[in-house]
């Protein structure tokens, strides 16, 4: 995968399976259609565990008892029986990891390195703490949205844009919601940084718009749509490959220093604008270009250090936890031993490998 699959940073208002979760495989096949090839929704239904057995399931219960029957006859369970003549479950199982399967065991042995940390520290979590670590996830991919349903349906999108089901973004929270337990020993807070992030925080901010695009000729079209009278919210909900732009292009307020993930180009051209409405020239980071436009400016605030310090340590904490749940998994998985055993993953893995 790169990294470490996490969803630390860059992953619904009701209980974490709500009404989406009941329908994981139906609904969430219904959001990716027209978006991702069938071979897609096969995969996402079945790393969401879909039927009685999974990815490898027998498939009983197709065919009336029939495959069960002829799962003996030496090319092992059968999915299905067609005008009389077996589907065998290994054609479905190649089609399924050759599709996506190398990513999900990649994520499943990330969960497992994770779980067996865990055990060794005595460190459990409990459904709480899982639904908790959820709504840090949805918090952190769609920051200002408050509105459970709202939510909801951004999370829908986001995870059918990734090919996810709703199974495997539970797993996720409640793998970060273990790391956050390992985590949190190791994070220390000091005065110098809660002043900072006072400093952060009331001080000069400017709320922008952003919308990342391709390449110099998609940003010329964006500009001259703008010219043209173009809403700029508008054109980064159609355009925007960021997931911002599901809120047209909005970015949290930035400061000098803060948010820390944002990209040193990104945040020193932000604070170059000065009035509102104001749109930069094109900002390219790594492979992408971006055009922002200025929305507000929030002049220095005027709360009192005193009032506000308990709650920007808890904030400075929390940064500080979000960064240590990356370290700790990047750490873990360096450290980590395994092999697959299955032959078509081991082929995709060793392919992957020979082109990194």
């Excluded at 002829?70 to 003549?85: H, K, T």
């Excluded at 709504?135 to 920051?143: M, V």
């Excluded at 709202?150 to 090919?163: C, I, T, Y």
């Excluded at 940003?219 to 355009?239: P, S, T, W, Y």
Aim: overall charge positive; glycine content about 10%.
């Amino acid at each position: 995968m790169g990294r470490p699959p996490a969803l630390t940073g860059w992953p619904a208002g009701g209980r974490l399976m709500s009404m989406q979760g009941k329908r994981a495989c139906s609904d969430g096949a219904r959001r990716v259609r027209g978006r991702w090839p069938a071979i897609v929704l096969a995969a996402a239904c079945a790393s969401a565990g879909c039927g009685p057995d999974g990815l490898g399931g027998s498939g009983h219960g197709v065919g009336k008892g029939q495959p069960s029957q002829r799962a003996d006859d030496g090319n092992g369970p059968v999915m299905a029986v067609v005008n009389g003549e077996p589907v065998y479950m290994r054609r479905l199982h190649e089609v399924l990891i050759r599709g996506r399967g190398l990513v999900m065991a990649q994520q499943l042995i990330a969960d497992e390195v994770v779980n067996q940390a865990a055990r060794r520290g005595g460190v459990s979590v409990t459904d709480e703490q899982v639904q908790q670590e959820h709504q840090r996830l949805l918090e952190s991919i769609f920051p200002g949205v408050a509105e459970p349903e709202q939510r909801d349906r951004l999370l829908g999108q986001f995870l059918a844009e990734k090919g996810m089901s709703l199974v495997r973004w539970d797993m996720i929270a409640r793998r970060n919601a273990m790391l956050r337990e390992l985590a949190g020993p190791r994070v220390k807070v000091t005065d110098e940084q809660v002043q900072q992030a006072y400093a952060d925080k009331y001080g000069r901010r400017v709320v922008v718009r952003h919308i990342e695009l391709e390449s110099l000729n998609a940003v010329e079209r964006i500009l001259n749509a703008l010219k043209d009278g173009g809403d700029f919210a508008q054109l980064a909900r159609k355009h925007s490959r960021n997931p911002s732009g599901k809120q047209g292009g909005l970015l949290p307020a930035m400061s000098k220093t803060a948010p820390e993930q944002m990209p040193e180009a990104i945040r020193k051209v932000a604070l170059a604008l000065t009035k509102p409405g104001e749109v930069s020239d094109p900002v390219k980071v790594g492979y992408a270009y971006h055009v922002l436009r200025l929305e507000r400016v929030i002049e220095p605030g005027g709360a009192k250090f005193e009032d506000v310090k308990d709650q920007l340590r808890a904030d400075v904490r929390e940064q500080a936890i979000r960064q240590a749940q990356q370290h700790i998994l990047m750490e873990l998985m360096s450290k980590a031993k395994h092999e697959f055993v299955d032959p078509l993953l081991r082929s995709l893995s060793a392919e992957a490998s020979s082109t990194d």
